[in-house]
């Protein structure tokens, strides 16, 4: 018995269409502009990556490194994943290439695809774009509000509204292990009324349990120990300038003491924005990112602070899709198209289309079409303002037919001096 074959994308992977990339570029345009404007130098870093940067860098108690990653050893025997994110493999590259050698801080920024072994659902994919921007190399909590501001800027950029930014501080090495003592103390008197993920966690990464999204949970989390009665001086008054900061750019956002993040790699700042409407709200964080002041020692470098955050493209391309849905359609107008007619015209066609093309004149045209009528069928219904129609005849005379599509009316004009005619027509 023979059944079909029907290959689909992977699990939670998906193609991206020409309807797609109008909301891509527009994304990648507004990132890009603000990038310039900043001068951040783009980076783009290897899909694959060794293992050991995102277990020492994010962490191996993380869902990320625990249960997200694609790995596999290649045949020379190296231990291989494809990137779940993008901080850990700058780090690497800041270190890789020296960069600490360069005039501080080293402002970089990518777009590109990123990994997660997730359960597909709405806002979650196991390849999915991000576009990320980091200041390494300077510790100042004015750089985590320019960071953030950033990052609201593309947004607003976008039209993408409203938007509030959350934001807490998860402390640093001095004081983050008491945090953690006491909330780990709190956490096993509740233990009993916790899922099983946050029973396993109190031991591991107590700190997760704080953004279970769990009910229960949710619960007893509400009367924990508050992560910002902890912090010690110094992380105090980072924190406090950071928000003065935002005070001052007018951004608004919510002190949120249960934000915690994935990644182990975080100190101080962390940072979410979330669209607001019930559709944004269910999609998850746009954006997110926080201070990372030990990762690049952590992978082997020098004690190197620094700062940045990560969007997710298709969650904001899932909102412009809703607000904007005409930007699909609109796509680009042809005004000429080109029809032949007979194997010489057609052969000539591809010669005059390069002409077109090194002229910067913009034609559509059906090569693979033979019947004149299917051509000029295509003509009206892209909407073209001229065909160009080339017969056998006129490439004998070297000639070609100029028809207004609107009023039917036609004209011959001597290849020679078609593309002066065309500049004018359609200047
Ligand atoms: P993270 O690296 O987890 O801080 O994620 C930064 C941003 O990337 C999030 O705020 C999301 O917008 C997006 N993102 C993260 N994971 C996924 C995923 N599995 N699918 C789609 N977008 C994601």
Redesign the pocket.
């Known amino acids: 018995m023979s059944s079909k074959i029907k290959f689909q994308t992977p699990s939670?992977m998906h193609d991206i269409l020409e309807e797609d990339f109008v909301y891509f570029d527009k994304i990648l345009d507004a990132v890009k502009e603000i990038a310039n404007f900043y001068h951040f130098q783009r980076i783009e870093t290897p899909i694959l990556e060794n293992a050991e940067i995102f277990i020492r860098g994010i962490g191996l108690n993380t869902d990320?490194v625990e249960k997200?990653m694609f790995v596999f050893k290649t045949k020379g025997g190296d231990v291989l994943t494809l990137r779940?994110?993008?901080?850990a493999p700058i780090a690497r590259a800041f270190i890789q290439h020296s960069m600490q050698n360069l005039p501080q801080p080293v402002k970089l920024w990518y777009f590109g695809p990123?990994f997660?072994y997730?359960r597909?659902q709405l806002?979650?994919?196991?390849?999915?774009?991000?576009f990320?921007f980091e200041t390494v190399g300077e510790k100042d909590p004015i750089l985590d509000a320019q960071i953030i501001q950033i990052f609201y800027s593309i947004l607003q950029e976008l039209k993408i509204s409203p938007v509030v930014v959350k934001i807490n501080s998860i402390g640093d090495r001095f004081c983050r292990p008491y945090y953690k003592k006491v909330l780990k103390s709190y956490l096993i008197s509740k233990k009993e009324s916790l899922c099983a993920d946050c029973r396993r966690r109190i031991v591991q990464n107590p700190l997760r349990v704080l953004d279970c999204k769990e009910e229960k949970c949710q619960r007893i989390v509400a009367e924990a120990p508050n992560i910002l009665d902890y912090l010690c001086e110094e992380c105090k008054k980072h924190f406090k300038e950071v928000l003065e900061a935002l005070e001052e750019l007018k951004l608004p956002y919510q002190l949120d003491s249960k934000l915690v993040?994935?990644?182990d790699y975080y100190t101080k700042t962390v940072f979410?924005?979330v669209e607001e409407s019930e559709k944004g709200k269910a999609?998850?964080?746009?954006?997110?990112?926080g201070r990372y002041d030990g990762l690049i020692k952590s992978l082997g470098g020098k004690e190197t602070p620094a700062v940045g955050?990560?969007?997710?493209?298709?969650?904001?391309v899932a909102l412009l899709k809703d607000k904007f849905p005409h930007l699909a359609k609109k796509g680009k107008k042809p005004i000429l198209f080109f029809a032949q007619l007979g194997p010489l015209a057609k052969k000539k066609a591809l010669v005059l289309l390069e002409t077109f093309r090194k002229e910067k004149i913009p034609v559509f045209e059906s090569l693979g079409k033979d019947s004149l009528k299917a051509q000029l069928r295509l003509a009206s219904k892209v909407n073209a303002k001229y065909a160009l129609i080339l017969g056998q005849k006129e490439v004998i005379e070297g000639n070609i037919i100029l028809r207004d599509m609107m009023t039917g009316t036609q004209e011959i004009i001597p290849l020679e001096k078609l593309i002066k005619v065309i500049k004018n027509k359609i200047k």
Do not use: D, M, N, S
């Open positions: 939670g990320v997200e779940p994110e993008g901080t990123f997660r997730e597909p806002g979650r994919h196991r390849q999915f774009w991000q990320g993040r994935g990644l979410e924005i999609l998850g964080a746009l954006v997110g990112g955050g990560a969007g997710g493209v298709e969650r904001i």
